[in-house]
């Protein structure tokens, strides 16, 4: 299955089977706002962070992942020729021009309720309200409230999973080194930990 990303001002994120591949429930999560500076390694993550839990085969970016990145995002998956091997994880290597000072820890919020106060410092906060009762997006200095799709998408994956996946997309536009997302088992927590730091995320789950 390739993942790809579609849209500027909505944003969508596919999941694209190819042949005779199965499709997964549920295939694109969708956003009234599209998320800045996306690579295609952050696009990777996030699909599998989505869809690695529906009985994918393969997971691709249409070859525009190195080889070394893709075996190590699949492995973590338990797919592919190095299923579950021993890797030593290289995080995404960031471009020299790059001037971007990343220092905030986001937020991801899947409750649909508004915050009654602003983020802390050094944090931002990204709230998520269904689509299917409102659309457009609502920018803050330090949050921003967007219309998405992504409560379907937890009758097939966890609310942990939905919030990394959506927290590595959006990580970028809030300048966010890393993100906070629910809680979840230790194994799964170790998952999540390694894939988002492939992207040079790292990760924070509540109540730590």
């Not at 800045?36 to 952050?42: F, G, M, V």
């Not at 020299?96 to 906060?125: H, M, S, W, Y």
């Not at 009758?155 to 919030?163: F, L």
């Not at 927590?189 to 995320?201: E, H, P, Q, S, T």
Request: glycine fraction near 8%.
């Amino acid at each position: 299955m390739n993942v790809s990303v579609e849209g500027t001002n909505g944003f969508k994120l596919l999941a694209v089977p190819e042949g005779e591949e199965p499709v997964p429930k549920l295939e694109s999560l969708m956003f009234d706002a599209a998320p800045a500076d996306l690579s295609p390694l952050k696009t990777l993550i996030a699909g599998s962070l989505l869809f690695g839990n529906r009985g994918l085969d393969r997971i691709d970016v249409n070859g525009e992942v190195s080889a070394v990145f893709l075996e190590q995002v699949q492995s973590l998956l338990g797919i592919g020729k190095n299923a579950k091997g021993e890797m030593d994880l290289e995080p995404e290597v960031v471009d020299e021009f790059d001037t971007k000072i990343r220092a905030t820890t986001l937020e991801i919020n899947l409750q649909g309720a508004f915050a009654e106060r602003t983020p802390e410092r050094d944090v931002t906060t990204l709230t998520l309200i269904p689509s299917e009762r409102y659309s457009g997006a609502l920018w803050g200095i330090k949050e921003a409230i967007v219309a998405s799709n992504a409560w379907l998408h937890e009758k097939h994956s966890s609310r942990t999973h939905v919030a990394a996946a959506v927290g590595v997309l959006f990580a970028d536009e809030f300048l966010a080194r890393s993100i906070c997302i629910p809680s979840t088992s230790e194994n799964d927590a170790l998952v999540i930990r390694n894939l988002c730091k492939l992207a040079g995320i790292d990760v924070v789950f509540e109540g730590e």
